[in-house]
T-cell receptor, first 113, second 107 residues
Framework: EAQVTQNPRYLITVTGKKLTVTCSQNMNHEYMSWYRQDPGLGLRQIYYSMNVEVTDKGDVPEGYKVSRKEKRNFPLILESPSPNQTSLYFC????????????FGPGTRLTVT | RKEVEQDPGPFNVPEGATVAFNCTYSNSASQSFFWYRQDCRKEPKLLMSVYSSGNEDGRFTAQLNRASQYISLLIRDSKLSDSATYLCVVKENNLFFGTGTRLTVIP
């Protein structure tokens, strides 16, 4: 089954404790992206990647890191989480030629206390 | 100024009603446009593309007005299952999502 998976789905952590949210897709997509979704602000892009070893900042990259060492994986790293990073996070992927058709993962609800 | 702006709603309509959402975009050079649907606590999914000539898919009609830089989505004969948030999306070199318009169809 073609899908984008994210882990964990839910996470409660404390300020300053490094964490990684994994994202994996099995569709051989070149493009992958991370978004956060907050009430009233909609989906905002954090980072995106057009292919392996190529990553770019989105609209709200501060406090996040990503890497793209393999085509299928695009982990999101929070080196020192803060309460303002409490949010719903989505990973998405698509073929480069069909950017409009983003396949989203199920989301990760993160709470930082 | 935001790339894409939508009325957040909520729109509460009775079953069978016709409802329309509008979305405006700021960049006149934007290339293409789409509507996504997001059910409560779920991931967004592509609903339909928006073509210059308009696009109809069953009860759903999407239209583009380039001169006024707005996109619309019309839903006819609303069903309970249409209850969701509808996201307007604009493609330039990347994708830009609107904040979404929430629709609730009431029995």
């Amino acid at each position: 089954e073609a899908q984008v998976t994210q882990n964990p789905r839910y996470l409660i952590t404390v300020t300053g404790k490094k964490l990684t949210v994994t994202c994996s897709q099995n569709m051989n997509h070149e493009y992958m992206s991370w978004y956060r979704q907050d009430p009233g602000l909609g989906l905002r892009q954090i980072y995106y990647s057009m292919n392996v070893e190529v990553t770019d900042k989105g609209d709200v990259p501060e406090g996040y890191k990503v890497s793209r060492k393999e085509k299928r994986n695009f982990p999101l790293i929070l080196e020192s989480p803060s309460p303002n990073q409490t949010s719903l996070y989505f990973c998405a992927s698509s073929p480069l030629a069909a950017l409009y058709e983003q396949y989203f993962g199920p989301g990760t609800r993160l709470t930082v206390t | 100024r935001k790339e894409v702006e939508q009325d957040p709603g909520p729109f509460n309509v009775p079953e069978g009603a016709t409802v329309a959402f509008n979305c405006t975009y700021s960049n006149s050079a934007s290339q293409s446009f789409f509507w996504y649907r997001q059910d409560c606590r779920k991931e967004p999914k592509l609903l339909m593309s928006v073509y210059s000539s308009g696009n109809e898919d069953g009860r759903f009609t999407a239209q583009l007005n380039r001169a006024s830089q707005y996109i619309s989505l019309l839903i006819r004969d609303s069903k309970l299952s249409d209850s969701a948030t509808y996201l307007c999306v604009v493609k330039e070199n990347n994708l830009f999502f609107g904040t979404g318009t929430r629709l609730t169809v009431i029995p």
